[in-house]
C-alpha cells in the first residue's frame, strides 16, 4: 500500500530542493547572449545534465560519499561557495559584447552545463536530498523507484518552465533579464548563503534554534 504522507513529503522535498522555480533567473542570466533559436537546446541539455547527476547520486552517491569518507555537512557547504560567487556574478556581472553573440553555437551551449544545470537545478542541496531519500539501509528498491519516479516528474515541470522562460526572454530582452538577473542574484546569494550555514550545523560547527534550522527540510 502506498504511503501518501511519505510520497508527499518526499516530492515537496524534491520539489524545494531542485527549485524549478528558483532557476528561470539563472536561465535567463545564463541566455542573456545566447542566440535565441539556441535557448530551447540550452533549457533541454540542461535539464538532462541535471537529470543525469542527479540519477547518478541516486544510484551511486551514497557509497561514493561512504567510501571517500566525504561528510554531508563538507558537501553542502562547498555546493553554498559555488552558488554564492555565481550569485555575484548575476548581481555584479557585466553584459557580453556583441561579438561574443556571434561565437559558435557550440561554445554557447556549453554553459547550459555549469551553471544551469549544475550548481542551480542539481545543486548540492538536491544531490544531498537524493542520496538522504533512497537510503540503502533504510529505503526498499520500490521505495527507491518511487523517489525516482518523483525525480522524473520534477525534472520535466523543470523544462517546461525553462522552456516558457524562453518565449519570456524574448519579451522582456536583454535589459529586461539583466535586471531580473541582479535582483534574483540577491535571492540566490541567500540560499547559498543557508546552505553554508546547513553545512556548518550538520558538522556541528554551530547550533541552531530548532525554529530555524537550516536543514530542517531533511530532518524527521
Avoid: C
Wanted: glycine share 8%.
Amino acid at each position: 500500500m502506498v504511503d501518501w504522507t511519505n510520497l508527499l513529503r518526499e516530492f515537496v522535498t524534491l520539489f524545494v530542493v531542485i527549485d524549478p522555480v528558483g532557476s528561470i533567473p539563472v536561465f535567463l542570466y545564463s541566455v542573456a547572449s545566447v542566440p535565441s533559436r539556441l535557448h530551447r537546446r540550452y533549457a533541454v541539455r540542461a535539464v538532462f545534465v541535471a537529470t543525469m547527476v542527479l540519477f547518478t547520486f541516486l544510484i551511486a552517491g551514497q557509497f561514493v560519499l561512504e567510501t571517500l569518507g566525504l561528510r554531508f555537512g563538507s558537501f553542502q557547504i562547498a555546493g553554498g561557495i559555488i552558488l554564492f560567487l555565481f550569485a555575484l556574478s548575476m548581481i555584479f556581472g557585466h553584459s557580453k559584447a556583441e561579438t561574443e553573440i556571434e561565437e559558435a553555437g557550440k561554445d554557447h551551449l556549453a554553459g547550459a552545463v555549469f551553471p544551469l544545470a549544475m550548481p542551480s537545478i542539481a545543486s548540492p542541496g538536491a544531490m544531498l536530498a537524493i542520496v538522504v531519500l533512497t537510503d540503502n539501509h533504510e529505503q526498499a528498491l520500490t521505495e527507491q523507484l518511487i523517489t525516482a519516479g518523483l525525480l522524473i516528474v520534477i525534472m520535466a515541470f523543470t523544462l517546461i518552465l525553462l522552456l516558457a522562460a524562453t518565449y519570456v526572454h524574448r519579451i522582456i530582452g536583454n535589459t529586461g533579464a539583466s535586471v531580473i538577473s541582479r535582483v534574483m542574484g540577491m535571492i540566490l546569494a541567500t540560499i547559498a548563503i543557508d546552505s553554508i550555514i546547513g553545512g556548518m550545523e550538520a558538522l556541528e560547527m554551530i547550533v541552531l534554534p530548532t525554529e530555524q534550522s537550516a536543514d530542517g527540510l531533511l530532518s524527521d
